[in-house]
Structures are given as C-alpha cells and as structure tokens.
C-alpha cells in the first residue's frame, strides 16, 4: 500500500489552480483585445451622431427662421409647406421591425360615437362619391 502525501496533493490543486487562473486571464485578454476596436468605434459613432444631431437642430433653427420670415414677406403657404422637415432624432434602433399588429391603436373619442351618421344622400350631393377603376 503506498503511503498518502497530503503536500503533494495540495501541491497539485495549486498549480491546478494556478493553471485555471492563468488560462482565464488569458482568455480575459483576448475578449477585451477583440472587444476594444468595436467599443472605440461605437464611441466614435455616438460622438459624430450627437455632433451630427445638434447641427441638424441649428439647421432647422435656422431653417424655422427664414420660413418665418418668409411668411412676413407674403410667401405662399403652399411653397412654404415644403420645408416643413421633422427633426432627426438620436433614438436607437434595435434589429426588430415592428409589424402593423403591434402598433399602438388609436384612442376612441366619445364625441365622435355620439356624433350622428350623415345622410348618404346629403354628401353625395356635396361631393360626388369616389369612382373606382374596376374592369
């Protein structure tokens, strides 16, 4: 029967160990070198992004200005409609598209539950009814 050592058992657990820890922090390094490109470019993104935003937003400042100013001056509302741009904004996009289904519905007003239906024959002497193309 051979003879227990309990030191090189311990000895043993220890470079075990010390073998687990060395190769965690190896693959620790290699996360963090392939991670680190990625990260810097995201950063790079946000910035120009936010540099991006806030000079569209002085564009439509400035654009707001001179619409407004060409209204003073009699400009057609109609031409003046065309610049009407929506501001862009910094929201982020996720890869899911959202279907028709999931879309918020739109509120129910009771003033128009309560309101009477027109008379068919009372708008089609207003306007005439659509025509459709059927063959």
Known sequence: MTQFDPSNLLAEIEADDAAEVQ??????????????????????????????????????????????EAKRN???????????????????????????ASKPRARRTTAAAEKPAEPTQERSEQTPAPVSMAS
């Open 74 to 100: 009699g400009a057609p509302a109609a031409k003046l409609d065309q610049f009407d741009f929506a501001p862009l904004t910094a929201q982020a996009r996720s890869g899911r598209v959202r279907s028709g």
């Open 23 to 68: 190769a965690l922090a190896e693959r620790q390094r290699r996360r963090r070198e392939a991670l680190e490109p990625a990260a810097q470019l995201a950063a790079e993104i946000a910035t120009t992004r936010d540099h991006f935003l806030a000079e569209d937003r002085q564009r439509l400042s400035r654009l707001a200005k001179l619409v407004k």
